[in-house]
């Protein structure tokens, strides 16, 4: 096995345990503190957002700073602190001490931590996975996928065998092996290149906001991402209700469509490489959506009985192009940009994309209340369709990413 292939695979396991240990402690941490603490709605959702705050309040920052040191030291010390912080929990259980503080604030901090992994793993990635990036984006989404799909189920059977408390040591357990591994890499991340002088943390945010803004090609991508996670928020606020009193799905049922998106995501994330090869890994970007789009549609024309299989078809189907999307656009974005601005530029995208959900579930709360949860599911369905046009009007005549206009 090369050297390459062997840091890559290491690269693999540690975000395959890492995942699965996330998506097991996704259902405990919420059923901990529902069940054990007996948290108010308003609580769990102090609780779950303080877990995603973090990316609007200091991605941005993150991203400069990452710019300026190399990003696997940044990593392990990610996983560690996660790791130490989610310890606390199963600690102050056992004490009797446990509250809902200290949930939101373990929550928040391991945000704080997140932030900096996703935006530094993002930039780190492309050092390992070497010429082949597509491949090595497919795999980690791959990997996303699986855990998304087998981590619900896992953590809920946990959660009951050994309590909820417990389980969050597995999301802990999960960091550590993800540190080591990142440890056991051979290959030699290049040290970041010396900031300009005088460019202070300000200058060189504004560098990265400036790359994007005058990036063609990257202003698209921001615009179809934001338009793909509005959509999602709009759809999110209305879709529960949808499927338990429009269409009358038990729970069992509502798990299996979800489970479904799962699979599908799976799929895609296998075959993107080679609809890259087939159809141009730029012009991929941009078709894998205009051609699921339209099954979009069919989601708010499901009705109980055999049209709960619209919305099935019009979930599967947009799985799948959101998958193919994320990963070949991510790739794209990688490529366009140089290393020094790496880090900057993923933040600067994750900080807008991420951003827009609140502005979505709210646009969609007040939809379903106003017009009904159908206007509210046409509303992200239209979105969704004409999600693709900046990215295809960027990207138009152009088959592969390689090629010089970009």
């Given at each position: 096995?090369?050297?390459?292939?062997r840091?890559?695979r290491l690269?693999l396991?540690?975000?395959?345990?890492?995942q699965l240990?996330a998506?097991?402690?996704a259902v405990?941490?919420?059923?901990?503190?529902?069940v054990t603490l007996?948290a108010?709605?308003?609580?769990?959702g102090?609780v779950?957002a303080s877990?995603t705050?973090?990316?609007?309040?200091?991605?941005l920052?993150?991203?400069a700073?990452?710019?300026?040191?190399?990003?696997?030291p940044?990593?392990?010390a990610?996983d560690l602190?996660r790791?130490?912080l989610?310890?606390?929990?199963?600690?102050?259980?056992?004490?009797?001490?446990l509250?809902?503080a200290?949930?939101v604030?373990v929550?928040l901090?391991t945000?704080?931590?997140?932030?900096?992994?996703?935006?530094g793993?993002?930039?780190?990635?492309?050092s390992v996975a070497?010429p082949d990036l597509?491949?090595?984006?497919?795999?980690?989404e791959t990997?996303r996928?699986?855990?998304q799909?087998a981590g619900?189920g896992l953590g809920g059977?946990a959660?009951?065998?050994v309590?909820a408390?417990n389980?969050?040591?597995?999301?802990a357990?999960a960091f550590v092996?993800s540190a080591?591994s990142?440890l056991?890499?051979?290959?030699?991340?290049?040290?970041?290149?010396?900031?300009?002088?005088?460019s202070g943390?300000?200058?060189?945010?504004?560098e990265?906001?400036?790359f994007?803004?005058?990036?063609?090609v990257?202003?698209?991508?921001?615009?179809?991402?934001?338009?793909?996670?509005?959509?999602f928020?709009?759809?999110?606020?209305?879709g529960?209700?949808?499927?338990v009193?429009t269409?009358?799905?038990?729970?069992?049922?509502?798990?299996a469509?979800?489970?479904?998106?799962s699979?599908t995501?799976?799929l895609?994330?296998?075959i993107?490489p080679?609809?890259a090869?087939?159809?141009g890994?730029?012009?991929?970007?941009?078709l894998?959506l205009?051609?699921?789009?339209?099954?979009?549609l069919?989601?708010p024309l499901?009705?109980?009985?055999?049209g709960?299989?619209?919305?099935?078809l019009?979930t599967a189907a947009g799985e799948l192009?959101?998958i193919?999307?994320?990963?070949?656009?991510v790739?794209l974005?990688?490529?366009?940009c140089?290393?020094?601005l790496?880090?900057?530029?993923?933040?600067?995208m994750?900080?807008f994309?991420t951003?827009?959900f609140?502005?979505?579930a709210?646009l969609g709360?007040v939809?379903?209340e106003a017009?009904g949860?159908?206007?509210?599911l046409?509303?992200a369905a239209?979105?969704?369709?004409?999600s693709p046009?900046?990215t295809w009007?960027a990207l138009r005549?152009?088959r592969?990413?390689?090629q010089?206009?970009?």
């Open positions: 096995m090369s050297t390459a292939s840091d890559f690269l396991l540690g975000q395959t345990t890492s240990g998506q097991v402690s405990a941490i919420p059923l901990l503190a529902v007996h108010s709605p308003l609580q769990l102090l779950t877990g705050v973090a990316f609007a309040l200091i991605g920052p993150a991203g700073w990452l710019d300026r040191v190399r990003r696997r940044v990593l392990v990610a602190v790791a130490a989610l310890v606390t929990i199963p600690v102050a259980a056992l004490l009797g001490t509250s809902i200290q949930l604030l929550s901090l945000g704080v931590a997140r932030v900096f992994f996703d935006v793993y993002q930039s780190y990635l492309p070497g597509l491949k090595g984006n497919a795999a980690m990997i996928a699986g855990g799909l619900p059977w959660t009951t065998l309590g408390a389980v969050v040591l597995v999301q357990a092996v080591v990142l056991a890499i051979a290959v030699r991340e290049p040290a970041a290149p010396p900031a300009a002088a005088g943390m300000a200058g060189q945010i504004r990265g906001l400036a994007v803004a005058r990036t063609r990257l202003r698209a991508l921001l615009v179809t991402s934001a338009a793909g996670n509005l959509s928020g709009v759809a999110s606020a209305a529960f209700v949808f499927m009193r269409l009358g799905l038990p729970p069992a049922a509502i798990g469509v979800l489970a479904l998106g699979v995501v799976m895609g994330a296998a993107t080679r609809l090869r087939r159809y890994s730029a012009r991929i970007v941009w894998c205009a051609v699921t789009g339209p099954a979009g069919l989601t499901a009705t109980p009985g055999w709960v299989a619209l919305l099935v019009g192009g959101q193919v999307y994320a990963i070949t656009s790739t974005r990688q490529r366009l140089p290393d020094r790496l880090g900057r530029v993923n933040a600067t994750r900080c994309v951003g827009i609140p502005a979505g709210l709360g939809l379903a017009a949860v159908r206007a509210a046409w509303t239209v979105i969704i369709l004409v046009l900046p009007r005549g152009t592969d990413a390689e010089p206009r970009l």
